[in-house]
């Protein structure tokens, strides 16, 4: 399964993004989908990921209120849409599709295949 992340780019503190994970593999929407960052100086962390369904979401406390993850199994693509962007979310994007359909587990280790990441920056 390879993953193509995109949707990054520079942003005012405030504004907002949507990233976005497309696969190719037919078996893309069998599986749950995981978004971690890295920034700069920083251990990987977990984002949030969504459920094969969509019925399933998980956030890190940080982006609860802010992001929202979903995705279109028609159009083999998950979503991250980042509202109200701060500094701190400055980093790199990385999509991860996960063994089995059901997990939204924070730990990378539940992700098998990872994409090539997008690089998000938060300007102030």
């Known amino acids: 399964v390879q993953l193509q992340a995109s949707g990054g780019g520079l942003v005012q503190a405030g504004g907002s993004l949507r990233l976005s994970c497309t696969s190719s593999?037919?078996?893309?929407?069998?599986?749950?989908v995981g978004w971690f960052r890295r920034a700069p100086g920083k251990e990987r962390e977990f984002v949030a990921a969504?459920?094969?369904?969509?019925?399933?979401?998980a956030y890190r406390d940080s982006a609860k209120d802010r992001f929202t993850i979903s995705r279109d199994n028609a159009k083999n693509t998950v979503y991250l849409q980042m509202n109200s962007l701060n500094l701190e979310d400055t980093a790199v994007y990385y999509c991860?599709?996960?063994?089995?359909?059901?997990?939204?587990?924070?730990?990378?280790?539940?992700?098998?295949?990872w994409g090539q990441g997008t690089k998000v920056t938060v300007s102030s």
């Open positions: 991860a599709a996960a063994m089995g359909p059901y997990s939204t587990s924070s730990s990378a280790g539940s992700y098998r295949y």
């Open positions: 593999a037919r078996t893309f929407s069998n599986n749950a």
């Open positions: 969504v459920s094969w369904k969509g019925d399933r979401r």
